[in-house]
């Protein structure tokens, strides 16, 4: 079973995420890219994709990537400015999902929080009160504890994730 861990990465939390993940991966035939730098995913068994989330969902570069795929068993990731454990990340993880369902397999999904770009917060700051995007003081603080994201421990816990389900599909081709 061959691997391609893929992301697309704004401020680098993607890539820290995806650099992780391929770390703990115990399978030999593995690779790591950016996802600007694949052409062509034909000899891959399983690709890992990771995004980052902007506007609900996956990144434009990472969509169009998803929406290429064919006949893979995938695995997602993303890293996002906000909770992990909300009802924003699940939406936005169903819809990379939403992108490669009909003609692959997901096998795994992953989502954590990850430091949102100081351009993306200046730009929030200036937007008027009552925007949804106009900063607060309950956001601040979130963009705070963001600025820690994808810790040692999310990367860790993205890695465990993915090596067990792969280890599970293995067993299952034996």
Request: proline share 3%.
């Given at each position: ?9 704004l ?30 995913t ?26 290429k ?9 993303a ?16 819809k ?23 351009k ?34 999310d ?12 280890q599970s599909i ?5």
């Amino acid at each position: 079973m061959k691997i391609l861990v893929t992301y697309a990465s704004l401020t680098g939390n993607t890539q820290k995420l995806a650099e992780g993940i391929f770390e703990a991966l115990s399978q030999k035939e593995k690779e790591i890219r950016p996802m600007m730098e694949v052409d062509n995913t034909d000899e891959y068994d399983v690709v890992l994709a990771g995004y980052w989330v902007d506007k609900g969902g996956p990144n434009q570069e990472a969509s169009e990537f998803l929406g290429k795929l064919e006949n893979k068993t995938i695995g997602l990731f993303a890293t996002l400015g906000y909770w992990p454990d909300s009802e924003h990340a699940y939406g936005s993880l169903k819809k990379g999902e939403a992108l490669v369902e009909e003609k692959n397999k997901v096998f795994c999904r992953y989502i954590c929080q990850g430091k949102l770009s100081d351009k993306i917060i200046d730009m929030f700051k200036q937007l008027p009160e009552g925007n949804p995007h106009a900063i607060t003081e309950e956001k601040l603080f979130r963009y705070k504890i963001a600025e820690n994201h994808p810790s040692e421990a999310d990367i860790a816990l993205a890695g465990e994730l993915f090596e067990e389900r792969l280890q599970s599909i293995c067993l299952k081709q034996e």
